[in-house]
């Protein structure tokens, strides 16, 4: 159980600029979770998949993002057209089908400037 | 909608000291809750996740308790050591949903 990988742990970027994190779950986990949290809040949820199976999306996940998991295993999820708003840190979550125990990631922090 | 308040924001103790951190939630039709601890920087860590027809869980020196009919749940950290150090953050799943709902997280120092 090497627990949940995301990748990069930082990314600064330029507003406007397109962007993409990497996350690999718990390899027996089949669902999969994308939080974004800001300084001084809770995690907001984004997005959850079961298998490659997207089945619930946030009304914070405008059109700018989206979230992929082709086969099953590894996530990404990617924001176009930055804006300092998205600013926040990015978490992956993962579970396995028979429980709502999740574990999380370290996160990605995303700096637009 | 679902909404997590917990309290305090923040807490300061000295070394050794019994303490109860609190958090309540709207909806009361929840089947589970979850306590977890996040470091500065760095993602959370699950600490205790109670069913909803548990009323208690217990973790070394981590108890926590749930009462779904007045919408509460306690974390009581016994002897707290300086590496309690850390936000506590509480967690609900929304109705027939895998989704969970924070509250924004009571940080507690323990003083040396």
């Known amino acids: 159980d090497t627990g949940v990988s995301q990748d990069p742990r930082h990314k600064i970027t330029k507003r406007g600029q397109n962007v993409t994190f990497r996350c690999d779950p718990i390899s027996e986990h089949n669902r999969l979770y994308w939080y974004r949290q800001t300084l001084g809040q809770g995690p907001e949820f984004l997005t959850y998949f079961q298998n490659e199976a997207q089945l619930e999306k946030s009304r914070l996940l405008s059109n700018r993002f989206s979230a992929e998991r082709p086969k099953g295993s590894f996530s990404t999820l990617e924001i176009q057209r930055t804006e300092q708003g998205d600013s926040a840190m990015y978490l992956c979550a993962s579970s396995r089908r028979d429980t709502i125990k999740a574990f999380f990631g370290q996160g990605t922090r995303l700096t637009v400037v | ?112």
């Open chain 2, 1 to 112: 909608k679902q909404e997590v308040t917990q309290i305090p924001a923040a807490l300061s103790v000295p070394e050794g000291e019994n303490l109860v951190l609190n958090c309540s939630f709207t909806d009361s039709a929840i089947y589970n809750l979850q306590w977890f601890r996040q470091d500065p920087g760095k993602g959370l860590t699950s600490l205790l996740l109670i069913q909803s027809s548990q009323r208690e869980q217990t973790s070394g020196r981590l108890n926590a308790s749930l009462d779904k009919s007045s919408g509460r749940s306690t974390l009581y950290i016994a002897a707290s050591q300086p590496g309690d150090s850390a936000t506590y953050l509480c967690a609900v799943p929304g109705a027939g949903s895998y989704q969970l709902t924070f509250g924004k997280g009571t940080k507690l120092s323990v003083i040396p």
